[in-house]
């Protein structure tokens, strides 16, 4: 088992800036990507940005230039900083992780979601 405790959201002013944290613990050996996903109320749930083993990482095309991903491996944690924020980043946003045991059991576990609210 993994679990995952988020922290970060709130209420943001338009042009503001947040950063969200999330922190794995569990039967972790290894992990081999971490990420961060959002639901506006109405939408689905789509990707916003995600960092692989390797450092790589991507990010949704609306998200580019203003939110930055990143992970400490020695912590087992992911952050996303957001900065420029708009009132279309209103979402509850996920942590997503993809690991495995020692027995190499793979996990896909998420995160309870917090809050982001963009709003003047």
């Known amino acids: 088992q993994v679990q995952l405790v988020e922290s970060g959201g709130g209420l943001v002013q338009p042009g503001g800036s947040l950063r969200l944290s999330c922190t794995a613990s569990g039967s972790i050996f290894i992990i081999n990507a971490m990420g961060w996903y959002r639901q506006a109320p109405e939408k689905q749930r789509e990707l916003v940005a995600r960092?692989?083993?390797?450092?790589?990482?991507n990010y949704a095309d609306s998200v580019k230039g203003r939110f930055t991903i990143s992970r400490d491996n020695a912590k087992n944690t992911v952050y996303l900083q957001m900065n420029g924020l708009k009132p279309e980043d209103t979402a509850v946003y996920y942590c997503?992780?993809?690991?495995?045991?020692?027995?190499?059991?793979?996990?896909?576990?998420w995160g309870q979601g917090t809050q982001v609210t963009v709003s003047s």
């Open positions: 960092i692989n083993s390797a450092g790589v990482t």
């Open positions: 997503n992780v993809l690991a495995q045991d020692i027995f190499g059991t793979r996990y896909d576990s």
